[in-house]
């Protein structure tokens, strides 16, 4: 490598304000009116974000399109890779316009459901965005409103376009709250017309990730992947488990999918609540097995949407997830709307830090072993063993190449106690695995031989101060290196 090509290799890879890399764990904020000027997503960016999310419940197409290019302004100016979570807002049901915004009800009432949107808003007649919900819905099930705070049971039903339900918790019920159906075998489809318009929208942006919403099975995610696949688009899909039954196909739609999402509001609203906490662990284990990057999103630090520091539970909430393994954590509202939005991000990775000082001796049983009938078996093997050799020699972190992001998965599913440092010439893949845990992307495009390229990722390293002469480091890659092989090839280095 000549002075000129080492001097520009090492501006593109000048250290990024992520601090030191020392938190393996991801933070993902949600944008909102609180934080989408370029000056306070810089700020959320200093603070500790790893990934934006977009949240297409809210918004229109040009308030997220300025997010996006203030970002995109960011990981330029900054030489950060920060990535961008669509998410989209899927078969969300709600009741209609209710009269006077406010329909006081006692246990005992009995409310009818029609499927008229210009219905009255009163016990006789309140419409829902569901217009199969009478022929699909059952006597006897139960139906939540406004987030679990109100409860009743399908009385009867024409199977048509009228149910009536009897109130079991009361309440006052108002325009437009959220409805949840945790008995009923939902007829619905996964994308939506809204969700179809906001995705044609999506592809024409540079985002990461597209969240789908309320999946129920690994068939609902068919749609959104083909039609990556024909505009050919490299954003990858992640699954957000929302209900009952996403949690009884887990291990297929895991399978099926890029990623996923534990979205607790919904999900703790639709089964038991007590099942929550080990549905979260078995989710965050599942993925870990399955190299599938895992987020725990909702209500994690929710009081400091006002506070200015979070409770006790709200603490011991995010050190439990960072324990259980997950890839990443995610603000909502604390970000979007709150009122400490860099705060909480500050918090949130005081959190992450400490926690993760006892991280290793709780995590050695969860770790993933190759599967001999796997396709990838050989690549798993080096993968794994990469991380397996770190621990044993006390290596300073393990490097990997990639063009699809499958070392970056593979060793990160591992968790090892050493730091993962992953190059690529394709921009869009280094944001996109900003996402997962523990890793740490650098621009690379210069790939010759293998020996060549060894030697300047290693001096992109020092130089940048990830690593020092003396210190070991794993290299793994694939030979012959232009051929572009899956991982194939495991190194020990000693840096200079």
Same mark, same amino acid.
């Given at each position: 490598?000549?002075?000129?090509?080492?001097?520009?290799?090492?501006?593109?890879?000048?250290?990024?304000?992520?601090?030191?890399?020392?938190?393996?764990?991801?933070?993902?904020?949600?944008?909102?009116?609180?934080? @989408?000027?370029?000056?306070?997503?810089?700020?959320?960016?200093?603070?500790?974000?790893?990934?934006?999310?977009?949240?297409?419940?809210?918004? =229109?197409?040009?308030?997220?399109?300025?997010?996006?290019?203030?970002?995109?302004?960011? =990981?330029?100016?900054? @030489?950060?890779?920060?990535?961008?979570?669509?998410?989209?807002?899927?078969?969300?049901?709600?009741?209609?316009?209710?009269?006077? @915004?406010?329909?006081?009800?006692?246990?005992?009432?009995?409310?009818?459901?029609?499927?008229?949107? @210009?219905?009255?808003?009163?016990?006789?007649?309140?419409?829902?965005?569901?217009?199969?919900?009478?022929?699909?819905? %059952?006597? /006897?099930?139960?139906?939540?409103?406004?987030?679990?705070?109100?409860?009743?049971?399908?009385?009867?039903?024409?199977?048509?376009?009228?149910?009536?339900?009897?109130?079991?918790?009361?309440?006052?019920?108002?325009?437009?709250? /959220?409805?949840?159906?945790?008995?009923?075998?939902?007829?619905?489809?996964?994308?939506?017309? %809204?969700?179809?318009?906001?995705?044609?929208?999506?592809?024409?942006?540079?985002?990461?990730?597209?969240?789908?919403?309320?999946?129920?099975?690994?068939?609902?995610?068919?749609?959104?992947?083909?039609?990556?696949?024909?505009?050919?688009?490299?954003?990858?899909?992640?699954?957000?488990?929302?209900?009952?039954?996403? &949690?009884?196909?887990?291990?297929?739609?895991?399978?099926?999918?890029?990623?996923?999402?534990?979205?607790?509001?919904?999900?703790?609203?639709?089964?038991?609540?007590?099942?929550?906490?080990?549905?979260?662990?078995?989710?965050?284990?599942?993925?870990?097995?399955?190299?599938?990057?895992?987020? &725990?999103?909702?209500?994690?630090?929710?009081?400091?949407?006002?506070?200015?520091?979070?409770?006790?539970?709200?603490?011991?909430?995010?050190?439990?997830?960072?324990?259980?393994?997950?890839?990443?954590?995610?603000?909502?509202?604390?970000?979007?709307?709150?009122?400490?939005?860099?705060?909480?991000?500050?918090?949130? /990775?005081?959190?992450?830090?400490?926690?993760?000082?006892?991280?290793?001796?709780?995590?050695?049983?969860?770790?993933?072993?190759? $599967?001999?009938?796997? %396709?990838?078996?050989?690549?798993?093997?080096?993968?794994?063993?990469?991380?397996? $050799?770190?621990?044993?020699?006390?290596?300073?972190?393990?490097? +990997?190449?990639?063009?699809?992001?499958?070392?970056?998965? %593979?060793?990160?599913?591992?968790?090892?106690?050493?730091?993962?440092?992953?190059?690529?010439?394709?921009?869009?893949?280094?944001?996109?695995?900003?996402?997962?845990?523990?890793?740490?992307?650098?621009?690379?495009?210069?790939?010759?031989?293998?020996?060549?390229?060894?030697?300047?990722?290693?001096?992109?390293?020092?130089? +940048?101060?990830?690593?020092?002469?003396?210190?070991?480091?794993?290299?793994?890659?694939?030979?012959?290196?232009?051929?572009?092989?899956?991982?194939?090839?495991?190194?020990?280095?000693?840096?200079?």
């Amino acid at each position: 490598m000549t002075l000129a090509e080492a001097a520009t290799l090492l501006e593109k890879n000048k250290p990024a304000m992520r601090k030191d890399g020392s938190q393996n764990t991801k933070i993902v904020a949600t944008v909102g009116p609180a934080c @989408n000027t370029y000056e306070k997503l810089l700020a959320l960016v200093k603070a500790g974000v790893d990934v934006f999310r977009l949240n297409f419940s809210h918004g =229109n197409h040009a308030d997220h399109l300025k997010v996006i290019e203030h970002v995109q302004s960011i =990981n330029h100016e900054y @030489n950060t890779h920060i990535g961008l979570l669509a998410d989209l807002q899927g078969p969300k049901l709600r009741v209609g316009k209710i009269r006077d @915004n406010a329909l006081p009800l006692s246990e005992g009432d009995v409310i009818t459901i029609v499927n008229d949107i @210009n219905a009255e808003g009163t016990k006789d007649a309140i419409y829902m965005s569901y217009d199969q919900f009478a022929e699909d819905c %059952k006597v /006897g099930e139960r139906i939540l409103m406004d987030d679990g705070k109100l409860v009743f049971e399908v009385v009867s039903t024409n199977d048509k376009d009228t149910v009536k339900l009897k109130c079991q918790h009361g309440g006052v019920l108002s325009s437009n709250k /959220g409805v949840n159906l945790p008995d009923t075998n939902v007829n619905l489809p996964s994308m939506t017309e %809204k969700d179809r318009t906001d995705l044609d929208f999506i592809l024409t942006q540079p985002v990461n990730w597209i969240a789908l919403s309320f999946v129920r099975k690994p068939e609902d995610l068919t749609d959104l992947k083909r039609i990556l696949d024909e505009q050919r688009h490299p954003a990858k899909v992640m699954a957000k488990i929302e209900k009952p039954e996403a &949690v009884r196909n887990i291990r297929e739609i895991i399978k099926s999918a890029n990623g996923i999402m534990i979205a607790r509001g919904d999900l703790g609203v639709e089964m038991p609540i007590e099942k929550l906490p080990t549905t979260q662990k078995e989710i965050v284990g599942l993925c870990m097995q399955y190299a599938r990057p895992v987020i &725990v999103a909702t209500q994690l630090m929710d009081s400091m949407i006002t506070n200015p520091s979070p409770t006790r539970a709200e603490v011991t909430d995010v050190a439990n997830a960072v324990l259980d393994g997950t890839d990443a954590v995610m603000l909502s509202g604390e970000t979007s709307v709150g009122k400490h939005p860099e705060l909480v991000v500050q918090y949130m /990775g005081k959190i992450i830090a400490e926690t993760e000082n006892q991280y290793w001796p709780q995590i050695k049983s969860k770790r993933p072993t190759a $599967v001999d009938k796997s %396709k990838l078996f050989y690549s798993d093997v080096v993968c794994f063993n990469a991380c397996r $050799v770190a621990e044993e020699i006390g290596a300073k972190g393990i490097i +990997g190449m990639t063009t699809s992001g499958y070392t970056a998965f %593979k060793v990160s599913s591992f968790r090892p106690n050493a730091r993962i440092f992953i190059f690529s010439d394709h921009l869009n893949m280094l944001n996109t695995m900003n996402l997962i845990w523990g890793v740490q992307c650098f621009y690379y495009d210069r790939f010759t031989t293998t020996d060549e390229t060894i030697q300047d990722c290693t001096d992109i390293l020092r130089e +940048g101060g990830f690593v020092n002469s003396g210190d070991t480091i794993i290299n793994t890659g694939s030979m012959p290196l232009y051929k572009r092989y899956r991982t194939n090839m495991l190194k020990v280095t000693l840096v200079d």
